[in-house]
Antibody, heavy 117, light 107 residues
Framework: EEQLVESGGGLIQPGGSLRLSCTASGFSFSDYWMQWVRQVPGKGLMWVSHIKSDGSNTRYADAVKGRFIISGDSAKNTVYLQMNSLRVEDTAVYYC??????????WGQGTLVTVSS | ENVLTQSPGTLSLSPGERGTLSCRASQSVGKDYLAWFQQKPGQAPRLLIYDASSRATGIPDRFSGSGSGTDFTLTISRLEPEDFAVYYCQQYATSPQTFGQGTKVEI
């Protein structure tokens, strides 16, 4: 069964750090990209970052550049999103997603990150 | 970045009716790398259409996509009760990948 399982969300104070994890299983992509997309509750979708399966290529949205770091462990089929210097406006559901290229074929169920004092 | 604008913001229809959703890009979308996603409350989005007009696995044929360049359309030929949801377009040709703001299809 194809599955993406996210973890690591929670409540954090402004300025704090949090690391999200996402593990993929059951997918048959030989070469894939893993992505993070976030959604403020009740609002639209915003792409955050992506990484190629071999870790050779990473990109970030301007809103998180310099604060968030995406990394991957191909042996574990896991991608991480290290979020530093968190702001109230980073509060959102963070979805992990995967695809054969930049297209998103599958989504995880999401993990809620709340930045509040 | 390539800004996607969806219209209308809300589409009020009845089951059995035809729904037409629009997505306009501020720049041409290379290779027509445009996707449509459906999202229901409390759920993750689901891929419906990719490459502007190809249906994803398991998607009913009442969903169809068309368009190229800067103008794209998602058509739902006959709305079923389970189709009432929010629909997003997304371009994945250039970074940053961008989403439209969504169209809510309501009864």
């Amino acid at each position: 069964e194809e599955q993406l399982v996210e973890s690591g969300g929670g409540l954090i104070q402004p300025g704090g750090s949090l690391r999200l994890s996402c593990t993929a299983s059951g997918f048959s992509f030989s070469d894939y990209w893993m992505q993070w997309v976030r959604q403020v509750p009740g609002k639209g979708l915003m792409w955050v970052s992506h990484i190629k399966s071999d870790g050779s290529n990473t990109r970030y949205a301007d809103a998180v550049k310099g604060r968030f770091i995406i990394s991957g462990d191909s042996a574990k089929n896991t991608v991480y999103l290290q979020m530093n210097s968190l702001r109230v406006e980073d509060t959102a559901v963070y979805y992990c997603a995967i695809g054969g290229g930049w297209l998103i074929n599958h989504w995880g169920q999401g993990t809620l990150v709340t930045v509040s004092s | 970045e390539n800004v996607l604008t969806q219209s209308p913001g809300t589409l009020s229809l009845s089951p059995g009716e035809r729904g037409t959703l629009s997505c306009r890009a501020s720049q041409s979308v290379g290779k027509d790398y445009l996707a449509w996603f459906q999202q229901k409350p409390g759920q993750a989005p689901r891929l419906l259409i990719y490459d502007a007009s190809s249906r994803a696995t398991g998607i009913p044929d009442r969903f169809s996509g068309s368009g190229s360049g800067t103008d794209f359309t998602l058509t739902i030929s006959r709305l079923e009760p389970e189709d009432f949801a929010v629909y997003y377009c997304q371009q994945y040709a250039t970074s940053p990948q961008t989403f439209g703001q969504g169209t809510k299809v309501e009864i």
